[in-house]
């Protein structure tokens, strides 16, 4: 399910959400223990690390789902390991911008499908953040769509690059530090999508019927196009069966189609399978 409605916001003194050093510790005797990772993906393993020896990147992890911002931050957040401290944490747009603009972190680490606008919203909100010659907030998009329309989006938003939830922990830590220094990060299979689409001297048209869905509504759609049944949908976005019908039921009265055979096709045409 979604939390967008949960509080979060910058990392405070209290709350153990980013796990102390050892002198930290010893001087904090009532800190929390740090937050495993979903599914033990090597979070208390001590193996993520890299050799960014000495170096250290502030970092807001947005994205409206707890579970994997808990995960993210056990798997990545072990400051004196990887020398990423996390500082803050967002579910949709509006905490997003109220985290980043009040912490000013080096990186951002930005789901694409948000509530309240998006990934691209945020990334417009914070556009003179980014811009500040002297203190630059660079994002990277950390999303499960690999789709050519959200990669294309949030570069043009402004992003510095773009990497899906199968990244390791490891790649994931480099990556950071990599967008921390201005460099350009993708996943191999994304970078084909930038390229094609700078490389163009056309824009690409509008899609005014594709701009009419919300994106979480495109996000079912493409799902629906790949043959997910209903419980799948619900199963891989967090939310019930019910939202998933409703979705749908939007998604065709907006494209005034009849049925999901008509969506196939219709999603088909457009390449967003």
């Known amino acids: 399910m979604s939390d967008a409605s949960e509080p979060v916001g910058p990392r405070g003194g209290s709350d153990g959400a980013v796990e102390p050093s050892a002198a930290e510790a010893n001087a904090s005797a009532g800190a929390n223990e740090p937050a495993q990772a979903a599914g033990g993906a090597g979070a208390a393993s001590g193996a993520v690390g890299g050799d960014q020896e000495g170096r250290r990147a502030r970092v807001v992890l947005v994205d409206d789902h707890r579970m994997f911002r808990t995960g993210v931050q056990a798997e990545i957040g072990r ?7 996390v500082v803050g944490e967002a579910a949709d747009v509006d905490q997003a911008v109220t ?20 990934g691209v919203e945020v990334l417009r909100r914070c556009a003179p953040l980014m811009s500040d010659a002297e203190r630059p907030v660079r994002f990277l998009a950390l999303s499960v769509s690999d789709a050519a329309e959200d990669v294309i989006g949030v570069i043009r938003g ?29 996943s191999p299979r994304l970078a084909g999508f930038v390229l094609d689409a ?76």
């Open 79 to 85: 400051t004196a390991i990887t020398g990423v401290e």
């Open 99 to 118: 985290v980043i603009t009040a912490t000013r972190p080096e990186v951002v680490l930005l789901d694409v499908h948000l509530p309240g606008g998006g």
């Open 158 to 186: 402004g992003a510095r690059g773009y990497v899906t939830k199968t990244i390791t922990g490891t790649d994931l830590v480099d990556s950071i530090f990599r967008v921390q220094d201005g460099d350009a990060v993708f």
């Open 198 to 273: 700078f490389a163009s001297t056309d824009a690409p048209p509008v899609d005014e019927d594709l701009d009419r869905l919300t994106q979480r509504e495109r996000e079912v759609l493409r799902l629906i196009a790949r043959g997910y049944a209903y419980k799948e949908i619900a199963k891989q976005l967090f939310i019930s069966v019910k939202t998933v019908e409703s979705h749908v039921s939007a998604v065709l009265r907006k494209l005034q189609l009849s049925n999901r055979h008509e969506l196939t096709r219709w999603a088909t045409a457009r390449r967003l399978v």
